[in-house]
């Protein structure tokens, strides 16, 4: 916390658990007195304590498996240099001090209003880094009672994407979970793609739609894919 005012990072990586201050509490004083972008770095097994910290303000975060090879290193440290150099462009200010962490979770009798009729609008969002955490903020504004759905690509570990789509669905007026092929998208329901799959909408019939999930063939670069999505 000292280096931080002194030197003044572009971004922060950040281990959870530490010596003498854990990691939420660094990220609850960090974020009140010099908010910086923070990529936490946290073992497949702390799913839950990742999201916590997203929901204290940091950015986005980096999975690592408990034992690895040197194949999943080097993809460790792609992914990790990706992530800084994105998060260093984040404006000055875009980090509001207070987050929605703060909040408490949403609830309300309205959030199966709707559930088996035809969504108005289908809105398909694609994400990477600091996606999660403008996706908490974004369903935390959802009004009541929506009449469309949404379908969310986010890159991020398959182990992470159904922990995600619960944190969303306590955040948020609409039912969020993990999608699952054949599901069918109705009025009031977000979906998140499963990790290192893909994911589209298909007509089949008039007015229904479903989703095929989908495993990423040689075109996809990224699994989930926005092109496919989005197309």
């Known amino acids: 916390l000292r280096l931080v005012s002194l030197l003044k990072p572009d971004v922060i990586t950040l281990d959870i658990e530490m010596p003498r201050m854990d990691g939420f509490t660094f990220l609850r004083i960090l974020m009140s007195v010099n908010p910086t972008p923070v990529i936490i770095v946290s073992s497949y097994s702390q799913k839950e304590n990742v999201f916590k910290a ?3 303000g940091a950015l986005d975060f980096i999975a690592k498996p408990d034992r690895f090879a040197d194949s999943e290193l080097d993809r460790i440290r792609l992914e990790l240099l990706q992530k800084i150099r994105i998060a260093k462009n984040i404006r000055h200010g875009a980090l509001p001090a207070r987050r929605i962490g703060d909040a408490m979770a949403y609830r309300s009798s309205a959030v199966t209003a709707g ?12 994400s990477s880094t600091g996606g999660p955490t403008a996706l908490m903020e974004a369903f935390s504004k959802i009004p009541e009672r929506p009449r469309s759905a949404i379908v969310i690509a986010q890159h991020m570990p398959d182990k992470f994407t159904r922990t995600f789509a619960e944190r969303l669905d306590r955040r948020s007026p609409m039912h969020v979970t993990e999608a699952q092929d054949l599901d069918m998208v109705t009025a009031g329901q977000g979906f998140v793609c499963p990790g290192r799959h893909c994911m589209e909408l298909e007509r089949s019939r008039p007015n229904e739609l479903r989703l095929r999930v989908l495993e990423p063939d040689s075109t996809d670069r990224y699994a989930p894919s926005a092109d496919r999505l989005l197309a």
Do not use: Q
């Open 54 to 56: 997203l929901d204290l």
């Open 115 to 126: 559930a088996a009729t035809s969504p108005r609008y289908v809105v398909a969002i694609a």
